[in-house]
């Protein structure tokens, strides 16, 4: 047992500090989006007027910037503020921000959160929440009491709340909770409620009835994808906190961006593939980063995002997706049509597996109807293509092909649903 456990740590060959390179590092400085984060702010600046700023929803597609830059106005406005030498009114404000998906899918689970949340826990508070401001004694609460705690809260201290809900499409309930939210600025005399939605998804306006639609949307932000060149700064700026200095040259910074720009847009994917490649390189021993490394990272983390991805379907659409690998694997029976037109199946046959292939796994299958929703979706996230056979063959139907191996995408749900 005289063997050390733990060998002396050297220096890492490409990267000096890996923390700046993850998505969870909100960076001091957001190129390409001043534009943005000034109008956030400009919208929010009635709060420190004691006006109720109007609601704002934030949307594109992934990885362009809209928690960062959410968050960071958020930040800005936390510090002016509290800063006692501010000119702000006397009104309290007080910023909640949640990504629903992590658990903030209803209403229910919305308001207590907003309820529990620590800065609502201080003692400038005049009105405690809650006698016992902690989630378990929140739980089972009626709804309607759980509105009119916030409502006292918020009108008895005069507070300017600002609720951030990242990933807003994923609550299920979400009329109603716009609904609610609005709903209290009617009901009391002090105090007013303001909501942030962020989305990945441009169709998600479209899913809200017309009501909760204008009240959501009273200002509107669209973000959208940036552009290698873009991509390029934004890489760089975290190349120099976050790598030894020489461990990438410039050729392959811009080639990172180039992928990442061609691929979607996406910044996040971007940081990926820059610490991928530097992986691949640390793995080889290296110091530098060489083009091969670049190339294989792509290829890895684009396995690994369509995994993600796939984990993170609700549970139908990936037997969907399932159903329409497995068939492909098979061979559609419709061999005449499908030697015209290589690697489809129809979207009727793929019904029918997806029907058998619920049953198997004792899930009721969804109707008709909930199945084009799902290909519909399947085909946002890039793992379908869906195409009209035109008139004449089996009538007008859709045919689907997979953005993916069959065999790649057959596999990773045969984990994730268990079937193996
Ligand atoms: P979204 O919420 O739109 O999916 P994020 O705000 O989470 O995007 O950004 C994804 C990643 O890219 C994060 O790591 C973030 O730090 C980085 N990022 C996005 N935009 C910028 C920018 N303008 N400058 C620097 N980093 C950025
Ligand atoms: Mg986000």
């Known amino acids: ?68 830059v959410v ?14 030498e501010s000119n702000v009114n006397k009104a309290l404000i007080k910023t909640v921000y949640m990504n629903c998906r992590t ?62 809900l990242d990933e807003i499409d994923t609550v299920k309930d979400i009329d109603d909770l716009m609904y609610t939210l609005t709903r209290i600025n ?7 409620v303001s909501a942030i939605g962020i989305s990945n998804r441009s169709s998600f306006k479209e899913m809200l009835d017309s009501r909760s639609k204008s009240t959501l949307c009273e200002e509107e932000l669209i973000f959208k994808p940036y552009n290698a060149h873009q991509l390029e700064t934004i890489l760089k700026y975290r190349v120099e906190i ?34 991928k490649a530097g992986e691949l390189a640390e793995s080889d021993n290296r110091k530098s980063i060489k083009i091969e490394d670049v190339k294989a990272a792509r290829t890895k983390v684009e396995e690994d995002i369509v995994s993600e991805t796939v984990k993170n379907l609700p549970e139908h659409q990936q037997i969907v997706l399932y159903s329409i690998a497995d068939l492909l694997l098979k061979g559609s029976q419709y061999k005449r049509l499908t030697e015209v037109e290589k690697d489809v199946v129809f979207s ?38 869906l195409k009209s056979s035109g008139k004449g063959v089996r009538g007008n139907t859709t045919l689907i092909k997979l953005g993916r191996k069959p065999e790649e995408i057959r596999d990773i749900v045969e984990i994730t649903l268990g079937l193996k």
């Open 1 to 68: 047992m005289a063997d050390k456990l733990f060998e002396p740590v050297s220096e890492r060959g490409i990267f000096k500090n890996l923390d700046v390179l993850s998505p969870h590092y909100v960076p001091e400085e957001l190129p390409h989006r001043i534009s943005e984060a000034k109008n956030i702010s400009r919208i929010l600046t009635p709060v420190l007027r004691n006006e109720k700023p109007n609601n704002i929803f934030v949307y594109g597609s992934t990885g362009t910037g809209k928690t960062s």
């Open 71 to 84: 968050r960071h106005v958020v930040r800005e406005l936390n510090k002016i503020a509290s800063n006692p």
């Open 103 to 164: 658990g903030y899918g209803s209403k229910y689970q919305v308001l207590v959160r907003v309820l529990t949340d620590e800065c609502l826990q201080t003692e400038e508070l005049k009105k405690r929440p809650l006698e016992d401001r902690k989630k378990k004694d929140l739980a089972g609460i009626n709804p309607t009491k759980l509105y009119e705690k916030l409502k006292d809260v918020v009108q008895e201290n005069n507070l300017s709340l600002i609720v951030i």
């Open 186 to 192: 009617d009901d009391i005399k002090g105090g007013r």
């Open 242 to 275: 976050g790598l030894n200095s020489g461990a990438i040259s410039e050729g392959n910074v811009k080639l990172v961006a180039a992928y990442a720009a061609s691929t979607n847009g996406d910044a996040r994917y971007a940081l990926k593939l820059m610490q």
């Open 348 to 385: 009727g046959e793929v019904y029918d597996h997806y029907q058998k292939v619920s049953k198997s796994i004792h899930r009721d299958p969804r109707t008709i109807r909930w199945f084009r929703e799902y290909l519909n979706e399947l085909e946002v996230f890039g793992l379908i293509i």
